[in-house]
């Protein structure tokens, strides 16, 4: 076991003097390591970090353990002959609808609605073009994890009495109170003055479309206001255990209510934030099997880069293998030495190329608010793969020296 350490030591060793006497040769062989390790880095940081602000926004805009019901609500992807099929099959929802699955969803620990209608909002001869209107109850605070930043949210006997009242969006406050105070201040919505009496924390956007260019009214005014086209039906589970019950339950209180037989297909769509954020995952992970093993190819270049100077290096130390190989140096040792210095030079390859993907992430993440997400995975992928090409490229120049004839050798001195 001691001889073993010995001759692993004594090979790194000399592998490692080899690579400091030749300290620029060293660093410009790396450069193609070096950026292969930083690109599939930099790379699998940027799916990571994609990943997690999408899946970020979604619990913000949906909030946890959420399921939705709607007419043409639909998850994955559809043919254009699918997507006719159910708007020919599936009814449109009403209030009737709403009340059902609430009074019938055990299991469901809030059932709400929420209608959006998009409309230009003008008062005082300032326009708002392309703001959404939302008919709500009162519990879709609760269900979509809302955050009120002054006054409060509509109440439910607003939602019963059909109350001309409204929660803005931080945009739209900021457009039609700018530095003042908006709560009981009154905003027209289609020429019906609307007393505000919220204003709702802003969300930032989603892929370029702002949060915050939303108004909240009570359910019962958007119908009166806008009519029942695109209402939804939205649950809530009290926990994760209980998520999927509820939405097989709601499921089942809407096909009874439609009277749908065991066999007959759903007349309504179904969504809900645990099936998105999985397809959220599968969507990333299939542009990480496309993308990583493209900058993969930056690594196999550096390898040839590296096996070049390898063979360059055998050229210059022949003198010294055949004195090796004069002593007792036996075939396997020169082999070893040969391919500990290939695999240690990609080795310091990829420690570098780690430090400037960091050095990438972390100006990037500061400069464009993008958060990059750097993983252990990506991390373990870079470096394995470095010291692997790294191996495989110097076998060749070690076999090559390991096979050298030491009186052959002896005669070089350059």
């Known amino acids: 076991m001691f001889y073993l350490y010995s001759v692993y030591t004594d090979a790194a060793r000399i592998a490692l003097q080899s690579i400091l006497a030749h300290k620029l040769r060293a660093f410009l062989t790396l450069i193609g390591i070096i950026i292969g390790v930083a690109a599939v880095v930099v790379v699998g940081a940027s799916v990571s ?42 009814k449109q929802l009403n209030w009737d609808d709403y009340e059902w699955v609430r009074n019938h969803c055990q299991s469901c620990a809030e059932v709400g609605i929420e209608i959006g209608t998009g409309t230009d909002l ?64 009154t905003l027209k919505v289609r020429g019906l003055p609307m007393r505000v009496v919220g204003v709702e924390q802003g969300r930032g956007s989603f892929f370029g479309d702002s949060l915050d260019r939303h108004i909240y009214i009570p359910a019962t005014t958007h119908l009166q206001i806008f009519g029942r ?17 509820a939405i097989e339950d709601a499921r089942v209180s809407m096909r009874n209510k439609h009277r749908l037989k065991g066999s007959e297909e759903d007349d309504f769509g179904l969504v809900d934030t645990a099936t998105l954020t999985e397809q959220i995952n599968q969507f990333t992970a299939s542009i990480a099997t496309v993308v990583v093993p493209i900058t993969l190819i930056t690594l196999v270049v550096g390898g040839i880069v590296v096996m070049n100077i390898m063979l360059v290096s055998v050229t210059e130390r022949t003198f010294e293998i055949g004195l090796r190989k004069a002593v007792g140096a036996t075939k396997r040792q020169i082999l070893t030495q040969f391919l500990i210095e290939s695999g240690m ?45 790294g191996m495989i490229a110097g076998a060749y120049p070690a076999f090559k020296a390991a096979r050298l004839d030491p009186i052959i050798a002896l005669t070089k001195t350059t």
């Open 345 to 389: 030079l990609c080795a310091f390859g990829g420690v570098l190329g780690l430090l400037a993907a960091w050095g990438v992430t972390t100006l990037i993440t500061s400069l464009a608010g993008i958060t990059m997400t750097i993983t252990i995975t990506y991390i373990l992928l870079a470096l394995i793969v470095s010291s692997v090409i």
């Open 229 to 245: 086209s695109g209402l939804q039906i939205h649950g809530l589970a009290a926990n994760q255990e209980t998520f999927q019950p």
């Open 49 to 90: 970090g994609l990943n997690s602000y999408v899946t970020t926004k979604v619990s913000q805009i949906l909030g946890a353990n959420h399921f939705m019901i709607a007419r043409m609500a639909h998850q994955g992807q559809s043919t254009d002959e699918e997507f006719e099929r159910r708007n020919r099959r599936n």
């Open 122 to 185: 003008k008062q005082d001869g300032i326009e708002f073009p392309g703001a959404i209107v939302f008919g709500v109850t009162s519990n879709m605070l609760e269900i979509e994890n809302k955050t009120i930043a002054d006054g409060r949210f509509i109440s439910p006997d607003e939602v019963d009495r059909s109350a001309l009242v409204c929660v803005l969006g931080s945009e739209i406050k900021d457009k039609f109170f700018p530095n003042t105070e908006a709560i009981g201040r």
